[in-house]
C-alpha cells in the first residue's frame, strides 16, 4: 500500500470532516449538555444544602401523646415537642390552623402506626412530620438501649470488608473488573459515534460519483483504510471532546455534582485481562467497520443503507440481554454461541474477560476469529466498493459483483 | 472481460501511439466504458492487459495518467481548491505544487474566485472544467476524456479542445470517447469502432472511411432522381439528396447517367462517407441497407 496516499486519505478524510460546522455542531452539543445538567447539579445541589442547613436550625413545633411510654420527653422537646393537654381537641386543631402538628404515640408500636397530623406546607417539607416522629422513636430508644454497639447492630450499621482468593492469589473483586470493561464502552462508543460516518464514508463517493476519478489514481484498499483510520481518528477526537466536561467535573467539582468518590488508584490493571480486552476491541471494530463499509459500498443511497444497518447494529446490543447469564452461568449454551457468534462475540467475550470467565483458550479463539473475519470483512468492503460504488444509482448485488469477479 | 457468463468484451486488441490522438467510437452500451474501466483496472478482466511503454498498468501509473470519465463528480461539500489539491496530492503532486497548479488553471478557465466556495455551489459546466483541470494536473502521459465536450456550451467547449491540444503539444497522448463525430473527424488520428464488444473497424479516419466503401454525392438537382443499380439514394429531400455509390461506379458515369434520365444538375459534389453515415450505418437500426452494398 503507497504511504504516500494513505497519509493523503486519513488527512483529507479526517481534515474536511472537523473543518465542519456541523460536525462541531454534533460534538459539542453532548459536552454542552453534559456542563448544562452539571451546573444545574451544582445550583440545586448549592440550594438543597443551604435549605438542609436552614432546616436543621429550625424546630418544629407539635404537640404528643404517648400511650407506648417509650418516648423520652426530654429528646421530644429537644425537637420542639410538648406533651399534648386536650388529646380529644388536637386533630380538629390541626384542621384549623391552630396547632402545627400533633404525634400520637401508639401503645404497641410493633402492631400499630404513629399517628401524625400535620398543617399542609407542600409535598417536600411535609416529610419533616414523619421524620421528627421516626427521629424521636429512635432516639428514645437508644436511649432506653444504653449501648451504641447494640444500636449499630440492630440497625446494620456495621461494614463488612471482604477478601477472595483465586488460585491461591488474592482476587482483585470490581477493582479488576472495571479496567477491562473499559474497553466494551470505548467499544460502544466507537462503534455509536462512527456507524453512520462508516456507512456515509463509502456512499459518499457513490453519491458523488467520484468512484473512477478516485480509483485511477489510488487503490481502493487504500482508499477504504485510509478513510477507516480517519474515522477512527474523528472517534477518538470526538470521545475526548465528550469526556472531558466529565474529567473536569471529576476533578474539580466533585463534591458539588455529587459524583459518586472512586479511588481510581485501587483499581487493578491486570495484564491479560487488559490485552485481550485491547484485542477484542480491535478485532470487534475491525468486523463491524468492515461490514458496516461493505453496506455502503453496496447500497446506493444512506436511506436505504440505514435499513441494512439496523439489524447489524442490533447485534451489538443482543448480548446485554443474557447479561446476567454472561456474569453468572457462562458455561450455558446460550451464552457460549453469543461468545463465539461473530456478530455477539465482541460485546459477550468483553463482558466474560472483564469478569474473569473467559479462559485463554476461548479468548484466543475469539480474537482470532475476529480478526480472520474482520479482515474479510474488510476485503469483501474493498471489492464491493470497487464494483459496488460505480453502480451509481443502482444497488449492487452480490451476485453481480462475484460474477465481475470473474 | 465478461460479467458472470455474459462476455461484454471479446478479443479486442488495439494500440495508441505515443503522441496521437484516438478515437474510440461506439454506441451506447457497446462496451467503451466497461473496456476503460477494465483498461484502468477498476474492472479487474477476465483476461488481457494495458501495455504503456511496453509494461503492464498497475497501482504504480495512476500519476501518469488522466481520466476524465463519463459520469463526472467531485466531492461536492469540499471546496474547489481542497479537492483540486487532494487529487493533486494523489496523483503525486506536493502540496504547494497542487495549490499551485489549482490556482493557476482556475485563473485560466475564469474560476479564479470560486477557489475558496463549494463544489455543489459552482454550475454544472464550472464543475466540469474543475473536473478536467483534475484530470491533466499530473502533466499526464496518457488522457483518456469519455465524452469529454458533454455538458460545454460552444464557448467553452472550445476553451477545453484547446486544453486538450496544450496537452498534446505538451506530449500527452488523448484517448477519446466521443459521439460527436465532426470532433473525431477534426481530432482523431486514429480510430476505433466498437459493437458488442468486438471491433468493427480500426485505423485511420481514411481507412476507415475506406473500409466501409466510403464515396457520397451530394446532389442539388430539380426533377426526379431515378432508381440505378450504381448507386443507393440514402437521404432525400426537396432538391437535395445524397447517394451511396456502388463500388465498381465511378462518378461521371452517375452524373451522365442523372444528366440523361432528365435530371437539372445544379450541384454535385463527391466526397468520402462521413463518419457519421458510417456510424448510423454499424449501428442504426436500419444498417441492414447500406451493408447490402457490400462495402464489408
Known amino acids: ?406 | 472481460m465478461q460479467f458472470g457468463e455474459k462476455k461484454v468484451i471479446d478479443g479486442l486488441s488495439f494500440d495508441v501511439a505515443r503522441g496521437e490522438t484516438f478515437g474510440f467510437l461506439g454506441s451506447n452500451g457497446s462496451g467503451k466504458t466497461t473496456t476503460i474501466r477494465a483498461l484502468l483496472g477498476i474492472y479487474r478482466p477476465t483476461s488481457g492487459t494495458l501495455n504503456i511503454n511496453g509494461q503492464v498498468f498497475g497501482d504504480g501509473f495512476g500519476a501518469r495518467l488522466g481520466y476524465l470519465p463519463e459520469e463526472r463528480g467531485l466531492y461536492k461539500k469540499e471546496s474547489v481548491l481542497d479537492v483540486m489539491s487532494y487529487f493533486g496530492r494523489l496523483k503525486g503532486l506536493s502540496r504547494n505544487e497542487a495549490q499551485k497548479f489549482s490556482r493557476e488553471y482556475l485563473d485560466r478557465v475564469d474560476l479564479a474566485d470560486k477557489a475558496g466556495q463549494r463544489v455543489d455551489k459552482l454550475s454544472g459546466g464550472e464543475q466540469q472544467k474543475i473536473q478536467l483541470g483534475v484530470t491533466i494536473m499530473n502533466e499526464p502521459e496518457l488522457l483518456i476524456l469519455d465524452e469529454p465536450t458533454k455538458g460545454f456550451d460552444p464557448v467553452n467547449r472550445r476553451l477545453l479542445m484547446d486544453i486538450i491540444e496544450d496537452s498534446k503539444r505538451a506530449g500527452a497522448t488523448v484517448m477519446m470517447v466521443t459521439h460527436q463525430m465532426e470532433e473525431v473527424e477534426r481530432l482523431c488520428d486514429r480510430i476505433i469502432l466498437l459493437k458488442d464488444g468486438k471491433s468493427e473497424a480500426y485505423g485511420t479516419i481514411d481507412e476507415v472511411q475506406n473500409q466501409f466503401g466510403g464515396r457520397t454525392i451530394k446532389l442539388k438537382y430539380s426533377g426526379r432522381v431515378p432508381d440505378s443499380p450504381h448507386y443507393q439514394v440514402t437521404l432525400r429531400e426537396t432538391n437535395y439528396a445524397e447517394l451511396a455509390l456502388d463500388e465498381s461506379v465511378d462518378e461521371a458515369q452517375v452524373l451522365h447517367d442523372l444528366v440523361t434520365s432528365g435530371v437539372v444538375v445544379r450541384g454535385f459534389v463527391a466526397s468520402k462517407r462521413s463518419l457519421d453515415d458510417i456510424f448510423i450505418q454499424v449501428y442504426g437500426e436500419n444498417a441492414a441497407a447500406p451493408l447490402a452494398l457490400g462495402v464489408k
Open chain 1, 1 to 406: 500500500m503507497d504511504r504516500h496516499n494513505l497519509g493523503t486519505v486519513v488527512a483529507f478524510e479526517f481534515t474536511r470532516t472537523v473543518k465542519k460546522r456541523r460536525f462541531w455542531i454534533a460534538t459539542l452539543a453532548i459536552p454542552i449538555l453534559l456542563a448544562l445538567v452539571f451546573v444545574l447539579v451544582f445550583t440545586s445541589s448549592s440550594s438543597t444544602q443551604s435549605l438542609s442547613e436552614a432546616q436543621k436550625s429550625q424546630t418544629l413545633d407539635f404537640t404528643y401523646t404517648d400511650a407506648s411510654s417509650l418516648i423520652d420527653p426530654a429528646i421530644a422537646k429537644a425537637l420542639g415537642g410538648a406533651v399534648e393537654k386536650d388529646p380529644g381537641t388536637a386533630v380538629e386543631r390541626v384542621k384549623a390552623g391552630k396547632l402545627n402538628a400533633y404525634f400520637s404515640f401508639p401503645a404497641s408500636l410493633a402492631k400499630d402506626p404513629v399517628l401524625v397530623y400535620g398543617a399542609d406546607q407542600g409535598i417536600f417539607k411535609n416529610g419533616t412530620y414523619d421524620a421528627v416522629a421516626k427521629q424521636i422513636v429512635v432516639l428514645s430508644a437508644q436511649e432506653k438501649v444504653g449501648s451504641p454497639q447494640l444500636v449499630a447492630a440492630v440497625q446494620g450499621n456495621f461494614n463488612t470488608q471482604t477478601e477472595t482468593f483465586k488460585g491461591g492469589v488474592l482476587s482483585g473483586g470490581l477493582q479488576t473488573v472495571i479496567p477491562p470493561l473499559l474497553f466494551l464502552v470505548l467499544f460502544y462508543v466507537v462503534i455509536i459515534l462512527l456507524a453512520n460516518q462508516m456507512l456515509a464514508s463509502t456512499l459518499e463517493e457513490k453519491e458523488n460519483r467520484v468512484t473512477e476519478m478516485i480509483l485511477t489514481t489510488l487503490n481502493p484498499t487504500t482508499l477504504v483504510v485510509g478513510k477507516i483510520i480517519s474515522l477512527f481518528m474523528v472517534g477518538a477526537l470526538q470521545s475526548i471532546v465528550f469526556a472531558s466536561p466529565m474529567l473536569l467535573g471529576y476533578v474539580f467539582f466533585r463534591d458539588q455534582l455529587a459524583i459518586p468518590n472512586f479511588d481510581l488508584s485501587k483499581l487493578s490493571f491486570q495484564f491479560w485481562p487488559m490485552l485481550i480486552g485491547a484485542l477484542l476491541l480491535i478485532g470487534g471494530f475491525i468486523l463491524f467497520t468492515g461490514v458496516l463499509v461493505s453496506i455502503g459500498a453496496v447500497m446506493p443511497t444512506a436511506k436505504e443503507a440505514s435499513m441494512v444497518f439496523g439489524p447489524v447494529m442490533l447485534m451489538m446490543f443482543i448480548p446485554f440481554y443474557i447479561v446476567t447469564m454472561v456474569v453468572s452461568d457462562p458455561g450455558s449454551v446460550i451464552v457460549q454461541i453469543f461468545t463465539f457468534f461473530p456478530f455477539t462475540a465482541p460485546v459477550t467475550a468483553m463482558l466474560r474477560n472483564a469478569f474473569g470467565s473467559l479462559n485463554g483458550v476461548s479468548a484466543a479463539i475469539v480474537i482470532a476469529e475476529l480478526f480472520i473475519f474482520g479482515v474479510l470483512a474488510l476485503r469483501l468492503a474493498v471489492h464491493l466498493f470497487r464494483y459496488g460504488s460505480i453502480e451509481y444509482s443502482r444497488k449492487l448485488s452480490l451476485r453481480t459483483a462475484f460474477a465481475k469477479r470473474s
